[in-house]
């Protein structure tokens, strides 16, 4: 037996499932009915990234942040003809949770254009003194999955 309780932001995400806004199906044994997709209240696969591979197709989107997210779909939702200089301007590029520095933007932009892209980062560091001659690189944020 166990007993889970949703944060606040998980529990919005759920607060409409009951208003049949997807599809129903029975879950693996026909005991229960299951949703065919997750309808959500905010885009959860882009505030929290996704990574898998599906009938040879692989996923992996990067996590960002809530509020620019937000604030680029309520853009959005005002100017339908918004292009991606406009987005980008609300959505700098993924929020890792880890840290580090992204090189440049030309591969963020063009994963947001074209699907594929290749984001560079690398770790922040700092060189300190101690004592007897000896320095040190201290690493004080990493790139996301290391």
């Known amino acids: 037996y166990t007993e889970a309780r949703l944060s606040k932001i998980a529990s919005e995400m759920?607060?409409?499932?009951?208003?049949?806004?997807?599809?129903?199906?029975?879950?693996?044994?026909?005991t229960e009915n299951e949703p065919t997709v997750l309808p959500s209240r905010f885009p959860n696969l882009l505030v929290n990234g996704a990574t898998g591979i599906s009938s040879g197709y692989a996923t992996e989107i990067p996590p960002h942040?809530?509020?620019?997210?937000?604030?680029?779909?309520?853009?959005?939702?005002?100017?339908?003809?918004?292009?991606?200089?406009?987005?980008?301007?609300?959505?700098?590029?993924?929020?890792?949770?880890?840290?580090?520095?992204?090189?440049?933007?030309?591969?963020?932009?063009?994963?947001?254009?074209t699907g594929r892209g290749k984001i560079i980062i690398r770790s922040k560091t700092d060189v300190e003194e101690l004592r007897g001659n000896k320095t040190i690189i201290r690493v004080s944020e990493l790139p996301y999955e290391v």
Do not use: C
Not at 74 to 90: G, N, V
Not at 95 to 113: C, H, M, N, R, S
């Open 65 to 113: 942040n809530l509020s620019e997210v937000l604030d680029a779909l309520i853009y959005l939702q005002k100017h339908s003809d918004a292009t991606l200089d406009d987005l980008m301007q609300f959505i700098k590029g993924p929020d890792f949770p880890t840290g580090g520095i992204v090189q440049g933007l030309d591969g963020i932009k063009k994963a947001y254009e």
């Open 14 to 30: 759920l607060r409409d499932i009951d208003k049949d806004t997807v599809d129903w199906v029975p879950n693996f044994d026909d």
